[in-house]
Structures are given as structure tokens and as C-alpha cells.
């Protein structure tokens, strides 16, 4: 699995929980928008999604709902062949077949028409190659929500393909019906058992669960459709997955309540405090003490002994934001592959995060103190010292949480489309965004901007502009091909991605 796509995978989880306090709220819409769909006409790059696929996706029907899938595109704007795996909080999931039609633009930004057996369905999508897009659903009145596609190998379609070590990182809700998030490791070992496992648990109402045994059994079917069930301290959880290849399958859980999903990626060899040496990038979210809405981004440095440093946090509490505070902390490995992470000197006070390393060195995180439930990843930073010049491109772009009103209203927010970067500071591009009341496909940026501060850290802020509305983001540079986003503004709390599209 390509570098990119878990960091996509990943900075989702950051915002899941975030999200679902708002749409068990299931309050009404506040945004604007016109609905009207930009016509694609034939297609031109209707070649670039061509193959089979995974996706997968979350957000709100007003509902929380989850849901995985897959399904064959021809090249030439027909779907075939689909299959997808949905619950809603509360019921138990239930499988769907589909067909569809699709047209991708010139730039990569794509539409897609879905019949399912249980009625229509529209997504929004941006290519970043033929193997990977970010995806919203752009349903008006009835989904909106965010994930991503993959195509995927059909030669990893059997358990024996599955055996590695695997970590993960879910997010849903609990027993309660309250925020959940948990984050751990097992082994498959390409017989249909699930063992070595452990998983930390972050529950709103039950509190947290540290470092509890997991096993469990999994199968797969032909057609890369594969079931599991996981048994831990937390109790029985069952799930439905899709295959990517044989480091990354897409989770999706099928009880009703609990109800999470996610990703799960092959497990770097066990780090130890040499392995985590540089500057990390990180977006965290979830919920405060008062179960508000929170969001987080920053920086920071490991020096390969245990010790963090030089690092800078950017918070958005509910519509509160405090930027730029001084953070530092250590940081340990047990040889099992899970570490804690101990941030010191922020807003929140001092927090504690479990973690667990994928084998491209992002970071899955899930807080295990009591200050506030959240979660995310923090990736390895190259390509440092950054500045404007260090990015460049067009990117695909994907952002999600919550938007509110000033009467106190929530809804859930979620963007797709294409950000192109001059290298000097200027933003360009075309987004489509997606509320439950609204939805508006093709909105061009007006004299948006971004900056680099000279430290060369990879923290910079983005200003995006389009009719009617402003986004004021904090950015976290990645690498040249990806920077993570945290929105500032007080009626908008999301967590983005923007990756380069090859």
C-alpha cells in the first residue's frame, strides 16, 4: 500500500469521532448551496478508473453510518458487479448489490451514479491515480460522508494471503451509543485464526480500556469480500472486510452497536526508540470534557532516544481555537509493537496516547489518559526544511467534520476536489461539497492563499475562498506529496488531506 494512502486512511479516523456526536444529534442543516451538478459530459478520464475496488466510508444518514464495499469499473463509465456491506447505529448491517454509471473530468474530479438494491445512491470522488481516490457521498437530504477507493489485488482474494502482523485504528460508537475509538495489533495467520492481538479502547461512557487481550477467527471469499469476529475485554465484536492487497483491508462492523470501522494496515517490525528519529506530523480528534466537539494538528520532533521536542499544537475546541502552543514529551516501545506517547505543555494538559506503527511509520493513535476521548495518526515528515516551494502540484483534496450555525446547530461537512499549488503561496482549484440539506458540485477558489514559515517545520496556514464562505486552515506538511489540515474557524471544525496527484 502506497505511502499516500495511509495517510488518507488514517487522518479520517482523527475527525470519526467528532462526527458522530453530531449525527446522533441528527439536528438540521445550515449550510448554503445551490445543488446543481456540474455536467462531466463523456468523461475523458473514464479510463483512469478501470479495474476492481474497494471503498469504504463514514458519516451520517442523519444516523451514524458506516459501510465498505467493492465493485468492477470497465473504463468506460459503466460500475458492475458491486457489492457493499452497510450499518447504521442501531440495526444490524445488511449486504447490497449495485450497478452504476460514472464520468471523471479532466482533472480527476468524478461522479458516480449507484443503484443499489435498496435505492440511489451518488458519489463524489477525485482520482489521485488509477489505484486510489478520495470519496464523499453527495446524497441531498438523505448521506453525506467521506472515505476513499482502492483497487484492489485480486491474487490476496484468500486467508492464506492474510499473514502478517496487522495494526488498526476504528472509530464508531459504543454500547452506550457514545463515542468510541480504539486502536491495536493481532496476527493473521493465513489459517483463519487471529491471535497475539491487543487493542487500547477509548469510550465516552465506559471510560478507557488499556492494552487488553484480542483473538479471534476471519475467512475470505473469492471475491475479496472476507468476514471476522474479534473477541476482547471490550467484548464480541463482528465485522465484514474488503481486501485491498495483503497489507490493507478495509473493516467495517456489522452489530449495530458497538459500531466502528476502519482500516488495517501490515504492522512495521517492531520500532524501538532509534526507530522513531525526525520531525512527525500529526491531526488528532474526538471530543473534550463536556463531550464538545475537538479537534487537533501539529508538529513535532523525536530524537531517537525517547524525547520529544520543538513540537507546536493547534486546537480547535468547539469553535475555540488555540494555535501555537509549545508542546515536548518521551515516548517508549514494548516489543510487541505498541508504544506510549506522552505530550507535555498543551491546552489540554498533559495527555497520553497509545500507539501503534504501520510499517510505512505512520502512527496510530488513540488517547488513554482521561482529559478527553480522541484519536488520529502522526506520520514521519521528509523532504524538511519545508517552505512555499516545497509544495507544488495538483492535489486531490478531501475534507470532513462539522459545521455549525449560530443558533447551535450541527451537521456534518464533508469536501472533495482538486487544490493546485503554485509553489509561491497562491491556491487554485474546484471543490464539491456536501451537507445532509445541501450539496454543490464545481465551486472554484477565489485568491486563496498558503504560507510556509521559514523554520522549516512543515506548519503553515491556508487560506481557501469560494463564494459565500472562507476556510482559515492550519497545515501540516507531510512530504512533498501530502499535507494534513485542521480548520480554525468558529462554525467549522474539520480535519483534511490534500495528496499529489501522479
Known amino acids: 500500500m502506497e505511502p499516500s494512502k495511509r495517510a488518507q486512511v488514517r487522518y479520517k479516523q482523527a475527525v470519526l469521532l467528532m462526527v458522530i456526536l453530531l449525527v446522533l444529534a441528527g439536528l438540521p442543516a445550515c449550510g448554503g448551496g445551490s445543488g446543481k451538478f456540474l455536467n462531466l459530459g463523456p468523461g475523458p478520464n473514464n479510463g483512469m478508473l478501470n479495474g476492481q475496488y474497494a471503498f469504504s466510508f463514514f458519516g451520517s444518514n ?6 465498505a464495499g467493492s465493485f468492477t469499473a470497465d473504463g468506460n463509465g459503466t460500475i458492475t458487479n458491486g457489492l457493499e456491506d452497510v450499518t447504521v447505529a442501531g440495526t444490524t448491517g445488511q449486504s447490497l448489490t449495485f450497478t452504476g454509471t460514472y464520468a471523471i473530468g479532466s482533472d480527476g474530479r468524478g461522479t458516480a451514479l449507484i443503484k443499489t438494491s435498496n435505492g440511489a445512491a451518488t458519489w463524489q ?9 478520495l470519496l464523499i457521498r453527495f446524497d441531498l437530504g438523505t448521506v453525506t460522508a467521506s472515505g476513499a477507493l482502492d483497487k484492489q489485488d485480486p491474487t490476496a482474494f484468500s486467508a492464506r494471503k492474510l499473514q502478517a502482523n496487522y495494526v488498526f485504528g476504528f472509530s464508531g460508537i459504543g454500547t452506550s451509543r457514545t463515542n468510541l475509538s480504539t486502536a491495536g495489533l493481532w496476527t493473521m495467520d493465513g489459517a483463519g485464526n487471529i491471535n497475539n492481538g491487543l487493542m487500547d479502547v477509548s469510550d465516552e461512557t465506559a471510560g478507557v480500556l488499556e492494552n487488553s487481550a484480542l483473538s479471534g477467527t476471519y475467512a475470505v471469499a473469492s471475491n475479496g469480500r472476507g468476514t471476522a469476529t474479534i473477541n476482547s475485554g471490550y467484548g464480541t465484536q463482528n465485522f465484514v472486510f ?9 473493516f467495517v462492523e456489522t452489530d449495530g452497536v458497538p459500531a466502528v470501522s476502519g482500516e ?6 517492531p520500532y524501538t526508540l532509534a526507530s522513531l528519529n525526525g520531525g512527525l506530523a500529526f491531526t488528532l480528534g474526538g471530543t473534550d470534557h463536556g463531550a464538545v466537539p475537538v479537534a487537533a494538528g501539529g508538529v513535532i520532533t523525536a530524537d531517537g532516544k525517547g524525547n520529544l521536542s520543538s513540537g507546536t499544537l493547534d486546537l480547535n475546541d468547539g469553535g475555540i481555537a488555540s494555535l501555537g502552543a509549545s508542546i515536548g514529551g518521551t515516548y517508549s516501545f514494548t516489543g510487541n509493537g505498541r508504544g506510549i506517547l506522552n505530550i507535555t505543555n498543551t491546552a489540554l494538559g498533559n495527555l497520553q496516547f497509545a500507539l501503534y506503527p504501520a510499517q510505512n511509520h505512520t502512527i496510530e493513535l488513540v488517547e488513554v489518559d482521561v482529559t478527553a476521548v480522541m484519536s488520529g495518526m502522526a506520520k514521519a515528515q ?15 483534496a478531501n475534507f470532513t467534520g462539522i459545521l455549525s450555525s449560530g443558533g447551535g446547530t450541527r451537521e456534518e461537512e464533508d469536501i472533495t476536489g482538486q487544490l493546485r499549488a503554485d509553489g509561491a503561496g497562491n491556491l487554485t482549484g474546484t471543490l464539491d461539497i ?12 477565489s485568491a486563496s492563499t498558503y504560507t510556509m514559515p521559514a523554520d522549516g517545520q512543515g506548519r503553515g496556514t491556508a487560506t481557501v475562498n469560494i463564494p459565500g464562505a472562507t476556510f482559515t486552515m492550519q497545515t501540516y506538511q507531510i512530504d512533498a506529496n501530502t499535507v494534513l489540515f ?3 474557524d468558529s462554525f467549522r471544525i474539520l480535519v483534511g488531506i490534500m495528496q499529489k496527484q501522479q
Do not use: C, W
Not at 474488503?242 to 478495509?250: E, G, H, N, R
Not at 521528509?382 to 486531490?396: C, E, H, K, M, Y
Not at 456536501?434 to 477558489?445: C, D, K
Open 382 to 396: 521528509t523532504g524538511s526544511p519545508f517552505a512555499a516551494s516545497s509544495l507544488v502540484g495538483s492535489f486531490a
Open 486 to 488: 485542521l480548520d480554525i
Open 434 to 445: 456536501n451537507t445532509l440539506a445541501t450539496r454543490t458540485q464545481g465551486v472554484s477558489l
Open 125 to 133: 470522488f477525485t482520482m489521485l491515480n488509477g489505484s486510489h481516490a
Open 264 to 269: 488495517v494496515l501490515e504492522a512495521a517490525a
Open 62 to 67: 442523519p444516523s451514524l453510518i458506516i459501510a
Open 242 to 250: 474488503y481486501v485491498v492487497d495483503a497489507t490493507d483491508l478495509k
